[in-house]
Every structure is written in C-alpha cells, then in structure tokens.
C-alpha cells in the first residue's frame, strides 16, 4: 500500500538547521504525477501547510517561514525533501509530508486536503 516515511526530524538550537526527508513508496499511478507538500502541527494547535511542490518541481512556499525553508524533490527517488535553516522554537512541531494525485497545485496540496499522508517527524527547537 502507498506509504510516505518522514525523516531527518530531532531536537536543534535556535538557529541551527535541519533536512527532512520524506520517501514515497507504492503510489498509485497518475498520469499527472503527484504534487506534494509539507506540513506541520504543534502541540495544542491546528495543523499547518509549510510549503508544497508540483510535480514539476515548481514550488510554493507559505509566508509564515519567512524565507528559512526550502522545499524540493528527487522525482528519480520518489524522495521530497525540506531543508529547514535559521530554526526557531516556534518551529517546534510534529512535521509531516502528504501527497496528492493530479489534478493538484501547490497551492491545493496546502488546502490540506491530501490523499496520502506521512506519520510525521518531530522537530524541537530550544532557545
């Protein structure tokens, strides 16, 4: 069955970095690919889009990460990445990926409403 494994998550100081990954495996297939996106949900608060990409690797990245992060894919190796710099503790989250069969934009895959998601990786940021 259509899996998405999260990594790269762990516990960073403010301002340090990190590279999450997330490989898809067993996708059905889509004549138009798949768009794909990253999303996050701290404790006690709703789960939030951080960036998407489609399947042309165009990508699409939401304002609220201020230009620190940097979402990408490996098309080859089925691998999306998010490579997360300048980290802060607001940025503490359980992070996830998700992907969307096409018809799908960036901005769709950031509506939340995706058909496969990942069981997340925990990023934690201290001060």
């Known amino acids: 069955q259509a899996q998405l494994v999260e990594s790269g998550g762990g516990s960073v100081e403010a301002g340090g970095s990190l590279n999450l990954s997330c490989v898809a495996s067993k996708l059905p297939w889509s004549s138009g690919g798949y768009c794909m996106g990253w999303f996050r949900q701290a404790p006690g608060k709703g789960r939030e889009g951080v960036a998407a990409?489609?399947?042309?690797?165009?990508?699409n990245t939401e304002d609220s990460t201020g230009g620190r992060f940097t979402i990408s894919r490996d098309k080859r190796k089925n691998i999306l990445y998010l490579r997360m710099t300048d980290l802060q503790p607001d940025d503490t989250a359980t992070y996830y990926c998700a992907a969307q069969p096409f018809p799908c934009s960036p901005g769709t895959v950031l509506r939340g409403v995706n058909k496969y998601w990942g069981q997340g990786t925990q990023v934690t940021v201290s001060s």
């Open positions: 990409i489609d399947d042309d690797r165009t990508p």
